[in-house]
């Protein structure tokens, strides 16, 4: 789950991380009072979306003018300006895809006079579990980039939990910062802070970009992504207080309440697995016959009838299906539940595409048999290979 860059300085403001002041505003009728609330002279005008560039991205209206999605504004009239040019416009960056995102919330910040600026990001390293720190001098841009043009730029580490955060890390970070005297302490005292929030809140990321010293001599996080373990978010009721649904695919929040693992793609063909790797290898075969999946959905392996329903149902839902593949491998998952689900779903909601449907392992026949009696329109198939085939020529006409 990801949340915006102004809820994510509220959480690192709770430990003591060093942010900027700042408002959020959902209205523009709310800019004069927050620009005068800040009081100026310099004021930083961010829009809020999930995704990052948003300095370079543009608008795609005329009328939101072309200063991008990052602005400084010298005055509460041009404040008040970008904040109605911004609001409701739609901002594309690189990582919003042509689409681009609709702007509902912005974020108006003090100005900062800023002396030199780093990158620095914690994530969890998948090989060995622990919680890394990636740290450059390069900040401000774009840390790929970085990687690909200047890997010796980068530093990265890792903190062993059985000894948690130690001074060494932090004067490791400030090492390569190139950061001495009143700055390493204050780099040592916000390493700690960092690692601390970053446990306690079960973050997946939390990256600072750019991280900043001032002209006064001040360590400060200019900006703030941070994204954390949905599987965590029963413990942390303030934080899915904190969830911008608006930012989400509609499918994908119906799904959600499920507990189903549903990400939209952009194919052709839906699919109904059980299991994150035979989902994968779904969509593998899906491409090898020349097709795109629609989308990833892992029904898990203690999925109930009404869990299956409401799968099909989602993934009915979205009008780029042109075909349905279900790829069941029974294990705790049995095959004859599935079956039930899939009968159930398509009584309720029509079958208007064609629907493949593979079944193996526990009650494998008595689901083949409820299928096979259900009077559905239902193309079987004997193994993954077969079904992938089936619908990829079903779906092109074959």
Known sequence: MNIHEYQAKAVLKEFGVPVSRGVPILKASEAEAAAKELGGPLWVVKSQIHAGGRGKGKFKEASAGDKGGVRLAKSVDEVKEFVNQMLGATLVTVQ????????????????????????????????????????????????????????DKIVTFSVDPATGIMSHHGRKVAQALGLKGDLAKQAEKLVAQLYTAFLAKDMEMLEINPLIVSKQGELKCLDAKMSFDSNSLYRHPDVVALRDTTEEDAKEIEASKYDLAYIALDGTIGCMVNGAGLAMATLDIIKLYGESPANFLDVGGGASEEKVTAAFKIITADPNVKGILVNIFGGIMKCDVIAAGVVAAVKAVGLKVPLVVRLEGTNVEEGK??????????????????????????????
């Open 96 to 151: 919003t895809g042509p689409a681009g995102k609709q702007v509902n919330r912005l974020y108006l910040e003090d100005g900062s006079d800023i002396e030199k600026e780093f990158y620095l990001s914690l994530l969890v390293d998948r090989e060995s579990s622990w919680v890394s720190f990636v740290v450059s001098t390069e900040g401000g841009m774009d840390i790929e980039k970085v990687a690909h043009d200047t890997p």
């Open 369 to 398: 048999k409820i299928i096979r009696e259900s009077g559905l329109n239902v193309l079987p198939a004997d193994d993954l290979d077969d079904a992938a085939q089936k619908i990829v020529n079903a779906v092109k006409g074959k």
